[in-house]
């Protein structure tokens, strides 16, 4: 009996020893010198829950401007995760399968506009984190929460600082039970002040951010056939608020549940705008209505601020009994840098333009001019969105450069007898034998351009489907 009882233990340590092992092999390991980003090669690796211990100490910070939810493009981690952390995963070929972000304000404003802060900030820290990647993320993945005020954190801060009053605001923070309210009053009550005044200074521009934690990994056997793009798939997910839950101290009231937000919407490629101060051009008592053809193409990459112009107007109006002409083929190229990275565009942006043309023009008998020129300048304007998806738009533009053209005069009859011939000639009054054509240079420094354009995407980036390639 002895004997069999020995090897029953024997066999349940070996079987204990095996099951360890495999579950060994099937959990998350953080990424080199990226430690809040796990990935595992297993199928079957389980997605550990994460106390708020562990989140404190391996979550990524993402900065805010103050009062502002929008992510920064100079923000560090903007450049990081787009060119280091997204090309490993693709290399890997793994997907998103748990993302938790906590979104928080520092201390100094309002309570209630420091939770809209918190709640802001992290939608769209998980907006930018799923968008780069290029697929379709399943909404259950997703798990976000926002603090309005975080003391906790604060707390971590002070200590990881070596600050001798770090006991004072834990010891706060446990007093009020997690209450942010009753830690705000007390803290600011406390020694006169003293201690809230340094920390608004040293430690509260640190809690303008939204922290990040990810997991990637590649998709069970069971799920892996799922099409993510579906819409009676993702439908229902998006519906439902996935909050983050770690472990808390007793007392503190539960993170903000905040719903995944609607898909984005689609990226446009390629817009097509006109300009209708070309297109219904007057000139009061030279040219009167001198409408043109004005077409101008506009290229979004993918991602940046960063657009690309390619303009042409075309105008062809001959009256052969007023003398009046008015011919333009012109040219133009932009580069644009709007100050805003949403898609579709909107807002102020500054560009710089080069711009090609060769002209015709007449206002009466004795009033004709045909040249060529070229311009490059600055120009700036204001986007503004006329439909709710952004794709319609409203453009108000001014641009001022340089701009430099050699061209000639012409007269209606002989400038020479005077005699009415039926036919146009160049105003010359020099030697025929040293004519030649363009004897006339204009150079042109100051305003260049205005318009009010109406703008429509026409071409979209398609949808990325499956895991990441």
């Known amino acids: 009996m002895q004997f069999k009882k020995a090897l029953w233990l024997i066999i349940a340590l070996l079987l204990h020893t095996v099951e360890a092992a495999a579950q060994e092999v099937s959990t998350y390991e953080p990424l080199a010198e990226y430690p809040f980003v796990y990935v595992s090669d297993d199928r079957d690796a389980v997605i550990p829950e994460v106390s708020d211990s562990l989140f404190n100490a391996a979550s990524r910070g993402i900065q805010f401007a103050v009062n502002r939810t929008e992510l920064r493009e100079e923000e560090p981690f903007v450049a990081l995760y787009r060119e280091h952390i997204v090309p490993i995963l693709r290399d890997k070929g793994l997907v998103l399968r748990k993302i938790l972000v906590r979104g928080a304000a520092s201390p100094e404003g309002s309570y209630e506009n420091n939770r809209r802060l918190g709640a802001g900030r992290t939608l769209e820290l998980v907006r930018f984190v799923t968008s780069e990647l290029g697929f379709s993320i ?189 011919q333009v083929r012109d040219v133009q190229f932009e580069l644009r840098r709007y100050f805003r990275s949403a898609r579709p565009v909107r807002g102020a942006y500054l560009g710089a333009y080069a711009e090609g043309c060769i002209y015709g023009i007449g206002f009466g008998p004795r009033e004709g001019w045909e040249g060529e020129g070229l311009g490059a300048g600055l120009s700036g304007g204001y986007v503004l969105p006329l439909t709710r998806d952004g794709h319609f738009r409203l453009e108000l533009m001014v641009a001022a450069g340089g701009f430099v053209t050699r061209y000639d005069p012409y007269v209606w009859g002989n400038p020479v007898t005077g005699d009415i011939d039926g036919k146009y000639y160049y105003d010359y009054s020099g030697s025929a034998s040293k004519f030649r054509e363009r004897n006339h240079l204009l150079t042109w420094f100051g305003p260049t351009n205005f318009g009010i354009s109406l703008t429509y995407d026409i071409l979209y980036y398609k949808r990325k489907k499956g895991g990441v390639r």
């Open 138 to 326: 399943d909404p259950a993945t997703v798990q976000t929460g926002s603090v309005s005020e975080d003391y906790e954190y604060l707390a971590v801060l002070m200590r990881r600082a070596g600050d001798a009053q770090a006991e004072v605001v834990e010891r706060i923070w446990r007093e009020c039970g997690g209450d942010e309210r009753c830690c705000k009053q007390k803290l600011q009550r406390h020694d006169g002040g003293r201690t809230w005044r340094r920390l608004l200074k040293t430690y509260f521009p640190r809690l303008r951010q939204a922290r990040v934690m990810m997991w990637f990994g590649r998709l069970p056997i069971e799920v892996s056939g799922v099409n993510l793009d579906r819409a009676d798939v993702l439908t229902p997910l998006l519906l439902a608020p996935h909050s983050l839950s770690p472990a808390r101290p007793t007392g503190r009231p539960p993170l903000v549940p905040l719903a995944f937000p609607a898909p984005a919407p689609r990226l446009p490629l390629l817009a097509l705008r006109t300009d209708l101060v070309h297109d219904f051009l007057f000139l009061p008592g030279k040219f009167g209505f001198a409408p043109s053809v004005n077409a101008q193409l506009e290229y979004f990459p993918r991602r940046g601020h960063l657009t690309y112009q390619l303009g042409f107007t075309f105008s062809n109006h001959r009256h052969w009994s007023s003398h009046r002409f008015f």
